[in-house]
C-alpha cells in the first residue's frame, strides 16, 4: 500500500514564507502525477498546484508567481514553495499522487496524505 505524508505546516505572518514537502512510501512501481490542494474551513477543495513526472506544470491563478511546485523523483518527493503568504492562503493542504503499485497495476491510483495546516495570521 502507499502512503503519503506532508510536512511543513504551521503558523506564518502575512508576506512570509513556508516549504511544504511530501513523501510517497510503500509499494510503488512508478508516480505520475504528483500536486497540492487545499481546503479552506467551510469551502470546497481546490488545486494549488500540480506537476507532471514530466515536469509539466499548472497552478492555481490565485497562488501563481508565489507559490513554486517541484519534485526530486528518486525520493519519491514533491514540494510546495510558498511565498508572500496572505491570509486567504489559510488552508489544510494535502498532497496527491497518481501512482502505479507494480507493473502488473491495471490502472494508476490516486492517493492523499492526512493534510497539513497552514495558517497565515498576525
Known amino acids: 500500500q502507499v502512503h503519503l505524508v506532508e510536512s511543513g505546516g504551521g503558523l506564518v505572518q502575512p508576506g512570509g514564507s513556508l516549504r511544504l514537502s511530501c513523501a510517497a512510501s510503500?509499494?510503488?512501481?512508478?508516480?505520475?502525477?504528483m500536486g497540492w490542494y487545499r481546503q479552506a474551513a467551510g469551502k470546497q477543495r481546490e488545486l494549488v498546484a500540480i506537476i507532471t513526472s514530466g515536469g509539466m506544470l499548472n497552478y492555481a491563478e490565485s497562488v501563481k508567481d508565489r507559490f513554486t511546485i517541484s519534485r526530486d523523483n528518486a525520493k519519491n518527493t514533491v514540494y510546495l514553495q510558498m511565498n508572500s503568504l496572505k491570509p486567504e492562503d489559510t488552508a489544510v493542504y494535502y498532497c496527491n499522487a497518481d501512482i502505479w503499485a507494480t507493473r502488473a497495476s491495471r490502472v494508476p491510483l490516486d492517493y492523499w496524505g492526512q493534510g497539513t495546516q497552514v495558517t497565515v495570521s498576525s
Open positions: 510503500g509499494t510503488i512501481f512508478s508516480i505520475n502525477v
